[in-house]
């Protein structure tokens, strides 16, 4: 059985495909697909999609690229999420000084968003994370090009003690000890076994193995097209769609970057899978 840490099968783009992406995953044999909303418009799209199947664990957070676009009743509302289903987890949270140094002012992933400034993304990202500490929920965090002052906002504060998620850490490979000491779990993506990510392919083969998990990040983050196993159309601007059906294929390829075999890989990553998230309907 395969788990699927961090998606977002609740995505819009999906939505016309979705039948086929939940016959697949079954196929497939995932066993739970860990879906996250990223703004307050999401919240009720992942709730909804829990209810329908019972695969889908949900995870409502505000993202950084969404944290200046929030309304003044966000916290009530991402509240009232967690309190409506006992499988709820905290996520997508976090910091991103990508899209405020680095990221192309006609971006279409960012069209109609304010950036907020990192400080308004760290006032933003520590409410939840308190939130998550005080209910010892776990933590899915996005970051990028934000490593250092991410450390430095988990020293500072009370964690969840059954830990956080790091998902597709891209990060120095020198900072993996100081976050996994803080409780971190780290989440490979498919998208990493691209040429050109030679360097997190050699940080992920050597994590320790019980922060080890694995994602797809879908519809994000495709896969190598000669490693999918399965594909969906183009969407409406033709970019193309990860199918989270390629989890199994992610396995397997880390699998081999780690020297093990997929059977031994697949068991570990149940273990410490379970050990973060829990089981359906309880901790």
């Excluded at 209810?51 to 929030?70: C, E, M, Y």
């Excluded at 059954?162 to 998208?191: I, Q, W």
Aim: aromatic share 8%; net charge neutral; charged share 20%.
């Amino acid at each position: 059985m395969f788990y699927d840490a961090h998606n977002h099968l609740h995505d819009a783009s999906l939505a016309p495909h979705r039948g086929k992406i939940f016959a697949d995953l079954v196929s497939a044999s995932v066993k739970r697909a860990v879906v996250n909303g990223s703004c307050e418009t999401d919240w009720p799209e992942v709730a909804a999609l829990a209810k329908q199947h019972p695969i889908v664990t949900p995870s409502f957070g505000l993202h950084p690229w969404d944290a200046g676009n929030r309304t003044p009743d966000w916290q009530k509302n991402l509240l009232a999420h967690l309190d409506s289903d006992p499988r709820a987890t905290v996520g997508e949270i976090g910091l991103d000084r990508w899209i405020l140094d680095r990221a192309r002012p006609d971006d279409a992933r960012l069209a109609g968003l304010r950036r907020a400034p990192l400080a308004e993304q760290m006032e933003v990202f520590m409410w939840q994370l308190a939130l998550a500490a005080a209910r010892d929920l776990p933590a899915s965090i996005h970051c990028l090009a934000a490593f250092g002052p991410l450390l430095d906002a988990l020293r500072a504060t009370p964690l969840p003690a059954r830990g956080f998620l790091l998902h597709a850490y891209s990060g120095p490979t020198e900072m993996v000890k100081d976050f996994a000491n803080l409780g971190a779990y780290f989440s490979f993506n498919g998208g990493y076994l691209a040429p050109r990510h030679a360097r997190l392919r050699g940080l992920y083969a050597a994590l320790p193995a019980d922060r080890l998990l694995v994602e797809t990040d879908a519809p994000a983050m495709r896969l190598p097209a000669p490693l999918e196993k399965f594909s969906l159309p183009a969407g409406d601007d033709r970019s193309f769609l990860n199918h989270p059906g390629n989890l199994a294929a992610t396995y397997a390829a880390l699998a081999d970057l780690r020297g093990r075999t997929l059977d031994s890989l697949t068991r570990q990553v149940e273990e410490n899978f379970l050990r973060l998230f829990g089981n359906p309907g309880g901790r």
